[in-house]
């Protein structure tokens, strides 16, 4: 993110008043929510982990063990687990 200086984007009252709670200090100004983007879903990413996810269940419930499970996925133990027992994927299903 590239630093912009207020003085150039805001009007001279609305950088009176911050000026009077910011003291000169380096404040961050987020985005409104409506303008902002959930992780992943510009590049794909969420969906591609979604799927992934989805294929780990449905091989775990098919008898495939979390070692093979690890192996095949290139994950910890820890993280196939969590796969597994999340229960928002098991919501999904009901």
């Known amino acids: ?17 911050v000026q009077k709670y910011s003291g000169g200090a380096l404040i961050y100004v987020p985005k409104q929510d409506c303008d ?36 095949q996925y290139c994950l910890s133990e820890a993280s196939i687990r969590k796969i597994i027992y999340n229960k928002a994927t098991l919501e999904k299903e009901a």
């Open 1 to 17: 993110m590239k630093y912009v200086n207020a003085k150039d984007v805001l009007p001279p009252e609305v950088l009176s008043e």
């Open 36 to 71: 902002r983007i959930g992780w992943g879903q510009l590049n794909g990413a969420k969906a591609y982990v979604a799927g992934r996810n989805r294929s780990i269940l449905d091989a775990y419930r098919s008898g495939v063990s979390v070692i093979q499970l690890m192996n």
